[in-house]
């Protein structure tokens, strides 16, 4: 099947619960059996050919990852060596303090120290002998690597802490682990849907960078029904103050009711959806992520978080430009 028709069967599942949708005609027109199994077949070999010269480079390489936890909601835990030198950005985010893009910030503004002198330089190499300091602590690369998968609710905050004291997503993943985790991506706090947290600043940087254009899949309600006239212009490109906001795929979830739409992005700007729907004149009234990066929240009740499987870890590792 298609990406987009998986993307628009994802979001009919999710938002619809299985009833009749619009999105049937934006279906395109099914192969036969014998041949979307072929295509399978096909599919399922390049991929396992794909890993395996992946695995046995990482080996070659002596960088080999150890993956344990093959069930949903067993921690799978991922030991990586620590390299004998690597950019201080990266240094940072192994730590588990940010992402490797949020430590090129800390490390301009003078905040981190090496062997007691400030170092600015974002590339600037670390060896295992190094003492890196960071807000007066010593940071040491996090060894074991965490990801869940949390359905966030509204009214959290999409952050580590907050100063006026709201409640944030770590409240909701309490004693799920030792290792320090923070969010990939934001999620708005009246946005509610898929969010993942995670350790591993190197998988961090893969899923957030814009060059990636990374998938995203909301269930939108609307205060009043979605023109046509709007919906083509949408699909055309929205100008915003900080340039066209381009839309992938757009599609009314409800036939009989026009206030309810799927919009499919893969831009990361702050606020896009809501702010595409405002530029027409229309109130997002509630805003659901139903996909991100592959990863959805079935079987995940609001609120509630589980760690990821061993294959959706490797799915994300292997994660391909515009899935």
Same mark, same amino acid.
């Given at each position: 099947?298609?990406?987009?028709?998986?993307?628009?069967?994802?979001?009919?599942?999710?938002?619809?619960?299985?009833?009749?949708?619009? *999105?049937?005609?934006?279906m395109?027109?099914?192969?036969?059996?014998?041949?979307?199994?072929?295509?399978?077949?096909?599919?399922?070999?390049?991929?396992?050919?794909?890993?395996?010269?992946?695995?046995?480079?990482?080996? +070659?390489?002596?960088?080999?990852?150890?993956v &344990?936890?093959?069930?949903?909601?067993?921690?799978?835990?991922?030991?990586?060596?620590?390299?004998?030198?690597?950019?201080?950005?990266?240094f940072? &985010?192994?730590?588990?303090?940010c992402?490797?893009r949020d430590?090129?910030?800390?490390?301009?503004?003078?905040?981190?120290?090496?062997?007691?002198?400030?170092?600015?330089?974002?590339? *600037?190499?670390?060896?295992?002998? /190094?003492?890196?300091?960071?807000?007066?602590?010593?940071?040491?690369?996090?060894k074991d690597l965490?990801?869940?998968l949390i359905?966030?609710?509204?009214d959290?905050?999409?952050?580590?802490?907050?100063?006026?004291?709201?409640?944030?997503?770590?409240?909701?993943?309490?004693? &799920?682990?030792?290792?320090?985790?923070?969010?990939?991506?934001?999620?708005?706090?009246?946005?509610?849907?898929?969010l993942?947290?995670?350790n591993?600043?190197?998988?961090?940087?893969?899923?957030?960078?814009?060059?990636?254009?990374?998938?995203?899949?909301? +269930?939108?309600?609307?205060?009043?029904?979605?023109?046509k &006239?709007?919906f083509?212009a949408?699909?055309?490109?929205?100008?915003?103050e900080?340039?066209?906001?381009?839309?992938?795929?757009?599609a009314?979830? /409800?036939? +009989?009711?026009?206030?309810?739409?799927?919009?499919?992005?893969?831009?990361g700007?702050?606020r896009?959806?809501?702010?595409?729907?405002?530029?027409?004149?229309?109130?997002?009234?509630?805003?659901?992520?139903?996909?991100? +990066?592959?990863?959805?929240?079935?079987?995940?009740e609001?609120?509630?978080?589980? *760690?990821?499987?061993?294959?959706?870890?490797?799915d994300l590792?292997? *994660?391909?430009?515009g899935?």
């Amino acid at each position: 099947m298609e990406t987009k028709d998986r993307v628009l069967h994802g979001l009919f599942y999710f938002c619809t619960m299985k009833k009749k949708s619009g *999105f049937e005609k934006f279906m395109s027109k099914e192969k036969s059996g014998a041949a979307k199994k072929e295509q399978f077949r096909q599919e399922k070999k390049k991929l396992t050919k794909e890993r395996k010269e992946y695995f046995e480079k990482k080996r +070659a390489e002596g960088r080999s990852e150890v993956v &344990a936890g093959e069930k949903v909601g067993k921690k799978p835990l991922i030991t990586r060596p620590v390299e004998e030198k690597m950019p201080l950005n990266k240094f940072i &985010a192994h730590s588990g303090v940010c992402s490797r893009r949020d430590a090129v910030d800390i490390i301009k503004n003078g905040k981190v120290k090496v062997n007691g002198t400030i170092v600015t330089e974002p590339g *600037f190499k670390i060896s295992p002998n /190094d003492t890196v300091n960071f807000n007066g602590k010593k940071l040491f690369p996090v060894k074991d690597l965490v990801y869940i998968l949390i359905n966030k609710p509204k009214d959290y905050i999409t952050t580590t802490e907050d100063e006026k004291g709201r409640k944030t997503v770590l409240d909701l993943i309490k004693n &799920a682990t030792k290792e320090k985790v923070y969010p990939v991506g934001r999620l708005d706090r009246n946005t509610s849907g898929v969010l993942l947290l995670t350790n591993d600043g190197e998988l961090t940087q893969k899923l957030t960078h814009p060059s990636n254009e990374v998938k995203k899949l909301y +269930a939108v309600t609307l205060d009043k029904p979605l023109t046509k &006239a709007h919906f083509d212009a949408i699909l055309k490109g929205v100008p915003l103050e900080d340039g066209i906001a381009n839309v992938d795929v757009l599609a009314f979830t /409800d036939n +009989a009711d026009k206030t309810q739409v799927g919009i499919e992005i893969h831009s990361g700007r702050n606020r896009i959806v809501r702010r595409i729907f405002e530029h027409y004149g229309y109130d997002v009234k509630n805003l659901d992520r139903v996909i991100f +990066a592959g990863l959805t929240k079935k079987n995940v009740e609001r609120g509630k978080w589980r *760690f990821l499987s061993e294959k959706e870890v490797r799915d994300l590792k292997y *994660f391909k430009k515009g899935k």
